[in-house]
């Protein structure tokens, strides 16, 4: 982008959330907009977008909104060091702790997904095998036509 400001439909085509989605998470004050028109519509930047979609990825992993907002201040600062700034250091260490949690998280849903995926094939196998039956061709085929 070279610059200019985002209205809340191109972020939202960017990023794949909701306009409601977008809205939600500035009224909670995980992602503001940067500014303002004088109309009042919202405008973001493309550090608004990343941020948006750090909030994104973070959600599927059950972070709570407090999480959030603690997980993007960590990353904010660890960007734009600030005077009187806690050590980096103990930054990094909070960022890690949150890696940490990621990676748990994601381990669990890993899980899921080979248990979802092992139905499904076991739901796969036990269709050919009443489809390969004789005869099934026909009563299935009459099924489809009602």
Known sequence: MDGRHMRIGEVA???GL???TIRHYEEVGVALP???TRGGFRLYTD???ARLLVVK???PL???LEEMRDLLDVLDRLQHPGTGEPARDDLVKRLAVYRSLVEERCAKIRARLSDAEQFSAELTA???EHRDRPGA???EGRELSR
Do not use: I, N
């Open 13 to 15: 085509d960017r990023t």
């Open 126 to 128: 036990r269709l050919r």
């Open 62 to 64: 059950g972070f709570t």
């Open 137 to 139: 061709g026909r009563a």
């Open 18 to 20: 909701s306009l409601r």
């Open 47 to 49: 550090e608004d977008v």
């Open 34 to 36: 940067t500014a303002r």
């Open 57 to 59: 990825r973070m959600k």
